[in-house]
T-cell receptor
Framework: NAGVMQNPRHLVRRRGQEARLRCSPM?????VYWYRQLPEEGLKFMVY????????ESGMPKERFSAEFPKEGPSILRIQQVVRGDSAAYFC???????????????FGQGTRLTVV | AQSVTQLDSQVPVFEEAPVELRCNYS??????LFWYVQYPNQGLQLLLK??????LVKGINGFEAEFNKSQTSFHLRKPSVHISDTAEYFC??????????FGTGTRLKVLA
């Protein structure tokens, strides 16, 4: 049973380009969470999605960032017109149920390291 | 608002020595506490968690942590470390929602 798969592992983009980060949850998991880790900071919640629904995007920057989790295929975090400040590690986690249910464990991917040059 | 502080960004320790990684949190409500480990080139893995009950929590790989409500701490300990414990360790807190708050991480480097 493969774990949470994120790709690419490393992504380099020039300022103004688009970045697309993919997350394939574990088999049987329908809840996906994206986190961002800026240099010298802890992981910060960005968005929580279930299949075809955005449940909570309160941690997403208001502009240029979007996320989706379609019925088929991986979850995508999309960053348009990237800037240097978007350079960070982006982690995806998945769970079988809503993590607010006690004892529901979320499994994390290896992360995508985005570098904007 | 909740926050987590991991004061030590790096902790070097010799093999077979004990180690303590510190974690302090602040919250106005009851919390659940977690430690995650990230080995090189891998995702975060849950080490242990405190939900309720006994304040001493045992996790995988010989790690344990003690919840101290008065000190608002949840320090991670291991009596004897191995080279394979070299990794980054993250403390996290949740008030029962999916919005976990993570600390900045502590890099544990075990020296031969």
């Amino acid at each position: 049973n493969a774990g949470v798969m994120q790709n690419p592992r490393h992504l380099v983009r020039r300022r103004g380009q688009e970045a697309r980060l993919r997350c394939s949850p574990m088999k049987g998991h329908s809840h996906v969470y994206w986190y961002r880790q800026l240099p010298e900071e802890g992981l910060k919640f960005m968005v929580y999605l279930q299949k075809e629904n955005i449940i909570d995007e309160s941690g997403m920057p208001k502009e240029r960032f979007s996320a989706e989790f379609p019925k088929e295929g991986p979850s995508i975090l999309r960053i348009q017109q990237v800037v240097r400040g978007d350079s960070a590690a982006y982690f995806c986690a998945s769970s079988r149920r809503d993590r607010s249910i006690v004892n529901t464990e979320a499994f994390f991917g290896q992360g995508t390291r985005l570098t904007v040059v | 608002a909740q926050s987590v502080t991991q004061l030590d960004s790096q902790v070097p320790v010799f093999e077979e020595a004990p180690v303590e990684l510190r974690c302090n949190y602040s919250s106005s409500v009851s919390v659940y506490l977690f430690w995650y480990v990230q080995y090189p080139n891998q995702g975060l893995q849950l080490l242990l968690k405190y939900l309720s009950g006994s304040t001493l929590v045992k996790g995988i790989n010989g790690f344990e942590a003690e919840f101290n409500k008065s000190q608002t701490s949840f320090h991670l300990r291991k009596p004897s470390v191995h080279i394979s414990d070299t990794a980054e360790y993250f403390c996290a807190v949740s008030s029962g929602t999916y919005k976990y708050i993570f600390g900045t991480g502590t890099r544990l480097k075990v020296l031969a």
